[in-house]
């Protein structure tokens, strides 16, 4: 087999069955086989796919969460390339084939590769980034969150992406779409399970990199990312608001504590304090706040994540 691709899905059954479907119609120029990983839907995903016998569904009797759903998916992969796509995700062009081409005729220092990625209106969203984060980068996105009128940057992001030139050497691919030599996972290893969601990317070509081993950006594949497509009612974006929320958190904790040196990761717990103000005024009720306050203070919730 040449590539595998392995999708993770959690309630998510029309979206990752037109995600699917796009697999198969726009892919033409390579051999692939489609790993379905379900993290224990229950909204008809397992009758529904277990049926397709175009893919290898592989369920899950519980939420494994992104990283550790896709190493299980690994398991089951045979190719060549590995290629991580999101349930959320829909191929406009052969996408495959174009990171496959890349791929084959790039140094073999070239671990990885990703696409400059579409919102459903086919324009430029965040894709990738250029550095690794640091202790400034984390002041950012503190910022981001607390005041995200003075500062956003993935506006910026998006804006300085319409002028780079490709292919780009950068640190990090967004999780969307990694396409990887499957040499590299053997050395390096797949996701680190303590991550649930967020960051486990980061941390994964982190290793990549100090392994060798570099991350590249293409713009002949062409992927839209549906990212929130899932979220439902006013009642659902608060709840998957305040669920990112403490994921995003939670994860930057563990990435923070796993790289950042001592004496910066105490100045990382200390600024997360900026984010109090509007936590305190914008979610409700009183225990969604009682749960984020504990994350900003300890880096885990009061209670144990249903996930």
Same mark, same amino acid.
């Given at each position: 087999m040449t590539v595998s691709i392995i999708l993770v899905t959690y309630n998510t059954r029309q979206m990752t069955a037109k995600c699917i479907e796009s697999i198969f119609e726009k892919t033409k120029g390579v051999d692939f086989e489609v790993i379905l990983v379900d993290n224990a839907s229950i909204d008809g995903s397992k009758e529904f796919f277990e049926r397709d016998s175009r893919i290898k569904y592989v369920y899950s009797n519980e939420n494994l969460g992104f990283? *550790?759903? %896709?190493?299980?998916?690994?398991?089951?992969?045979?190719?060549?390339?590995?290629?991580?796509?999101? =349930?959320?995700?829909?191929?406009?062009?052969? /996408?495959?084939? &174009?990171?496959?081409?890349?791929m084959e005729n790039a140094p073999a220092n070239i671990g990885c590769c990703g696409c400059v990625l579409q919102n459903r209106e086919g324009k430029t969203i965040h894709s990738y980034y250029l550095t690794f984060p640091t202790l400034g980068w984390f002041f950012k996105e503190v910022v981001c969150f607390s005041i995200p009128k003075l500062y956003n940057p993935y506006k910026k992001d998006n804006? $300085?992406?319409?002028?780079?030139?490709?292919?780009?050497?950068? $640190?990090?691919?967004?999780? /969307? @779409?990694?396409?990887?030599?499957? #040499?590299?996972?053997e050395k390096c290893g797949m996701f680190d399970s @303590?991550?649930?969601?967020?960051?486990? &990317?980061? &941390?994964?070509?982190?290793?990549?990199?100090?392994?060798?081993?570099?991350?590249?950006?293409?713009? =002949?594949?062409?992927?839209?990312?549906? &990212?929130?497509? =899932?979220?439902?009612?006013?009642?659902?974006? *608060?709840? %998957?608001?305040?669920?990112? #929320?403490?994921?995003?958190? *939670?994860s930057r904790f563990i990435f923070a504590k796993k790289m950042l040196p001592k004496f910066q990761y105490v100045l990382f717990r200390s600024m997360h304090m900026m984010m109090f103000p509007r936590v305190l005024v914008s979610l409700s009720p009183?225990?969604?706040?009682?749960?984020?306050i504990s994350m900003l203070i300890f880096g885990v919730k009061l209670n144990s994540e249903k996930r």
């Open positions: 990283g *550790r759903g %896709n190493n299980l998916g690994f398991e089951h992969a045979s190719g060549k390339y590995i290629f991580l796509l999101n =349930s959320d995700t829909l191929l406009v062009n052969d /996408a495959v084939t &174009e990171m496959f081409n890349y804006k $300085r992406m319409l002028q780079d030139s490709y292919p780009l050497e950068v $640190r990090q691919i967004t999780g /969307a @779409d990694m396409f990887i030599r499957r #040499c590299v996972i @303590d991550f649930f969601m967020y960051f486990e &990317e980061t &941390e994964m070509q982190h290793r990549f990199f100090i392994n060798g081993y570099k991350s590249m950006i293409i713009d =002949s594949p062409k992927i839209i990312h549906l &990212e929130g497509a =899932s979220q439902k009612g006013k009642s659902g974006k *608060r709840k %998957n608001l305040l669920r990112k #929320c403490n994921r995003v958190m *939670r009183v225990k969604d706040k009682l749960e984020t």
